[in-house]
């Protein structure tokens, strides 16, 4: 893939995922699935990263969403949030638990819980 091709990728890729955006945070009535955005917003990134000169600031690798409707409420977590990411693959799983035993400064064992994502 040239530059021109991967410029192109990127515009479509961008104006998509903006409208998915505003009709998700804004909107409150998504049209297609969680897992179909994220693989748009993984396309977008990796023709970023090979393609550098290519990111704007106003990429939506840049930027964090949309302001929240005011209908949704402030939850204060008794335990934080330490990650929201992605993974799409074993090896990206692998990569995690690398990452949380490094932050624990511990190899000991991990409990993991699984749930179904629920769009909406």
Same mark, same amino acid.
């Given at each position: 893939?040239?530059?021109?091709?991967?410029?192109?990728?990127? #515009?479509?890729?961008?104006? #998509?995922?903006?409208?998915?955006?505003? %009709?998700?945070?804004?909107? +409150?009535?998504?049209?297609?699935?969680? #897992? &179909?955005?994220?693989?748009? /917003? %993984?396309?977008?990134?990796?023709?970023? #990263?090979? /393609? !550098?000169?290519?990111? @704007?600031? +106003?990429?939506?690798?840049?930027? *964090?969403?949309?302001?929240?409707?005011?209908? /949704? %409420? @402030?939850?204060?977590?008794? *335990? !934080?949030?330490?990650?929201?990411?992605?993974? /799409?693959? !074993?090896?990206? *799983?692998?990569?995690? &638990?690398?990452?949380?035993? %490094?932050?624990?400064?511990?190899?000991?064992?991990? &409990?993991?819980?699984?749930? !179904?994502?629920?769009?909406?």
């Amino acid at each position: 893939m040239d530059i021109n091709q991967a410029a192109a990728e990127i #515009a479509r890729l961008r104006e #998509a995922i903006h409208y998915h955006n505003y %009709r998700y945070y804004v909107l +409150d009535a998504p049209e297609i699935s969680d #897992a &179909e955005y994220d693989s748009l /917003f %993984r396309r977008l990134q990796e023709l970023e #990263a090979a /393609f !550098p000169s290519l990111i @704007t600031p +106003d990429s939506p690798t840049q930027r *964090v969403g949309a302001p929240p409707l005011e209908s /949704f %409420r @402030t939850v204060t977590r008794s *335990v !934080p949030m330490l990650s929201l990411e992605n993974a /799409f693959s !074993p090896a990206e *799983v692998r990569e995690f &638990e690398a990452r949380i035993h %490094r932050m624990l400064g511990s190899e000991q064992a991990v &409990e993991y819980v699984a749930e !179904p994502k629920v769009d909406g």
